[in-house]
């Protein structure tokens, strides 16, 4: 199957701090999501880009799908910022192959 | 109103008991999935459903089974509890001939001890 590999990991960042989290696939997708997930356990869609570049207030994403790599930036962060960033694909054209996130922490 | 409900949202267990998750949606789609979370993971698919009448495993099915009672609703039900069940649980939902974004339910914590 897909492979999903988000970078980094962890992340820790002070508020006001931007930062860009990496997500890259080992094939052609047909849908790729951003997700974020508060601590609560909650899935918040960010965004639906399986091409090109989006923006959501302080967040933007930017997908090269002949590249196979999606990027999600976020300025000037917000301790609400935190929780795990989750980057999925649409691989088999039923299900997301989701990557194993990204840990983001904003301090104060 | 939230678009995706799922009920319980948690639920404590014991081993050996059965259990059923509910999930449903205001949102109109026809296609409706169950994922599980465990710590550190991303979601992995139990079972999905394409309509009324199709639902289909999905990479991790072994010990759930579903129920799609209407467009709307879609239940996960777990015969025999065992404690690597527990797990965070979401539903999810599309719509056929969209662009293909899904939608997620609050998510129900179960754990079973």
């Known amino acids: 199957g897909i492979q999903v590999e988000q970078s980094p990991p962890d992340l820790i960042l002070q508020e006001g701090a931007n930062s860009t989290l990496r997500c890259n696939f080992s094939?052609?997708?047909?849908?790729l999501q951003w997700f974020h997930q508060n601590p609560w356990g909650q899935l918040i869609n960010l965004f639906y880009?399986?091409?090109g570049t989006k923006q959501n207030g302080r967040l933007s994403a930017t997908t090269v799908a002949t590249e196979r790599y999606s990027l999600l930036y976020i300025s000037s962060s917000q301790t609400t910022d935190s929780g795990v960033y989750f980057c999925?694909?649409?691989?088999?054209?039923?299900?997301?192959?989701f990557g194993k996130g990204t840990s983001l922490l904003v301090t104060p | 109103d939230a678009d995706v409900t799922q009920t319980p949202r948690n639920r404590i267990t014991k081993t050996g008991k059965r259990i059923m998750l509910e999930c449903s949606q205001t949102?109109?789609?026809?296609?409706m999935y169950w994922y599980r979370q465990d710590p550190g993971l991303g979601l992995r698919l139990i079972y999905y459903?394409?309509?009324?009448?199709?639902?289909n495993k999905g990479e991790i099915s072994d010990g759930y089974s579903v129920s799609r009672q209407a467009q709307a609703k879609f239940s996960l039900s777990l015969e025999s509890a065992i404690p690597n069940q527990t797990a965070l649980y979401f539903c999810?939902?599309?719509?056929?001939?969209?662009?293909?974004?899904?939608?997620f339910g609050p998510g129900t914590r179960l754990t079973v001890l």
């Open positions: 999810a939902t599309r719509l056929a001939g969209g662009n293909n974004e899904q939608f």
């Open positions: 094939d052609s997708v047909n849908n």
């Open positions: 880009i399986p091409s």
């Open positions: 999925a694909v649409l691989y088999s054209g039923y299900a997301l192959n």
């Open positions: 949102k109109g789609h026809d296609r």
């Open positions: 459903s394409f309509d009324v009448k199709d639902i």
